[in-house]
């Protein structure tokens, strides 16, 4: 398997892969967020999947894939830092925000800095075709958050902090998205990195979420809250490893842009899922995401 994905990077094998890894991606970050702003304390329900995903993979990461190169070690660190930060900073939006209102921004605010960040790292460039194509994408995006910021939320008190921390969670995510390509790009097997970032990203959050869970008056059943975090960290293998084998297999900018259609599938999971309203207007606009996601594919 190792093999194979190795040799098909920067093909048309590989590229087409890294599409489907991309919108898999993006599908799969939606219902994770979802899940980690859904029934239980966010707080909670991220350190949950973390401690999950954690415990899942360590024992691929100790005994199965090959052990890290020496220069590995300063890399890991750096992205365990990189999304600690990530994670509180997401947490105190979801606490704070409306998910179809927090989620867009963050989405949004992503891609953005993550293809500046691919080219300035990784000397990619995106045609003038691709970037009308991130335009229209970001339209989509910031223009449906303004929508449920106008239109659907009631609770405005904490909305502005909300915003503020989700634009600041938007630029760790092109942090990460971009530090997390250079990290898979410099370990000979990609799985040796997937292995080790899961098993040391999920060392802080459980602590915290404990920390949390004995302060509270009102704890809820742990139960479910630990089925939701192997849930989340099922999915979490799925979309956020699908996105950093999807930034070896070929641009990093491109695959930042492509997973940002999550934000469609976050609108129709608000819609379904948690009940919150759709009209033809934010229809028209996760039309214009999808569009802007078209452009940037066909315009390479």
Request: proline share 4%.
């Amino acid at each position: 398997m190792t093999g194979w994905l190795t040799s098909i990077e920067g093909t048309e094998t590989g590229h087409q892969l890294a599409l489907v890894l991309a919108l898999m991606a993006a599908f799969l970050h939606a219902v994770f967020g979802a899940l980690q702003k859904g029934k239980h304390d966010p707080w909670l329900s991220r350190g949950a999947i973390d401690g999950a995903y954690g415990l899942m993979a360590a024992p691929f990461a100790l005994f199965v894939v090959p052990w890290p190169e020496a220069h590995m070690w300063v890399i890991f660190a750096g992205a365990f830092v990189i999304h600690t930060v990530y994670k509180v900073l997401q947490a105190l939006a979801y606490s704070r925000g409306a998910y179809t209102v927090v989620y867009p921004v963050v989405r949004g605010t992503g891609p953005l800095f993550a293809v500046i960040g691919a080219t300035l790292i990784f000397n990619e460039h995106f045609t003038l075709g691709q970037w009308l194509g991130v335009a229209t994408l970001l339209t989509g995006i910031f223009g449906l958050a303004l929508y449920n910021y106008l239109y659907l939320v009631s609770n405005r008190e904490t909305l502005v902090p909300a915003l503020l921390f989700a634009f600041a969670t938007g630029l760790l995510v092109a942090l990460y998205t971009t530090y997390d390509a250079y990290g898979i790009r410099a370990t000979q097997n990609p799985f040796t990195f997937l292995a080790w970032f899961f098993m040391t990203d999920g060392l802080v959050m459980p602590v915290l979420a404990a920390l949390r869970y004995r302060a509270m008056a009102d704890r809820p059943a742990l139960a479910p809250l630990l089925a939701r975090g192997v849930i989340g960290g099922l999915i979490a293998y799925c979309s956020f490893g699908g996105i950093m084998l999807a930034t070896r297999l070929d641009k990093v900018g491109e695959a930042a842009v492509l997973r940002e259609t999550s934000t469609v599938f976050a609108a129709l999971i608000g819609w379904l899922a948690l009940k919150e309203t759709v009209g033809p207007r934010r229809i028209a606009l996760m039309a214009l995401i999808a569009l802007g996601a078209v452009i940037v594919e066909f315009a390479g």
